[in-house]
Nanobody
Framework: QVQLVESGGGLVQAGGSLRLSCVAS????????MGWYRQAPGKQREKVAT???????NYVDSVKGRFTISRDNAWNTVSLQMNSLKPEDTAVYFC???????????????????WGQGTLVTVVS
């Protein structure tokens, strides 16, 4: 099975920066798109940024120019560099893998829609 573990959340003042990291583990053969989502209190989860296996990125309008998503295919990691943070960026951030293949007893098996446990980002003014 594929698992995701996030790190890097915390408390920061408005205008500051944080870097979130996520590592995927579990006999992974390939990973499709990776991304970061967030869920603020009382709100629905929203997509923040995604990156394809080829490196194509997509951002929600509210973070464009401030956040940068990147991935390292050799280490199965995805990161989110967050600059110029605002109080409205406060949320639990979740790492997501769209899908891919993993090895199971010598056979390739498909996996879909894996989520990390979330890491809290709090931005105070």
């Amino acid at each position: 099975q594929v698992q995701l573990v996030e790190s890097g959340g915390g408390l920061v003042q408005a205008g500051g920066s944080l870097r979130l990291s996520c590592v995927a583990s579990g006999n992974i053969f390939s990973i499709d798109a990776m991304g970061w989502y967030r869920q603020a209190p009382g709100k629905q989860r929203e997509k923040v940024a995604t990156i394809t296996s080829g490196g194509r990125t997509n951002y929600v309008d509210s973070v464009k120019g401030r956040f940068t998503i990147s991935r390292d295919n050799a280490w199965n990691t995805v990161s989110l560099q967050m600059n110029s943070l605002k109080p409205e960026d406060t949320a639990v951030y979740f790492c997501n893998v769209d899908g891919g293949y993993y090895m199971d007893s010598g056979e390739l098996r498909r996996y879909l829609g894996v989520w990390g446990q979330g890491t809290l980002v709090t931005v105070v003014s």
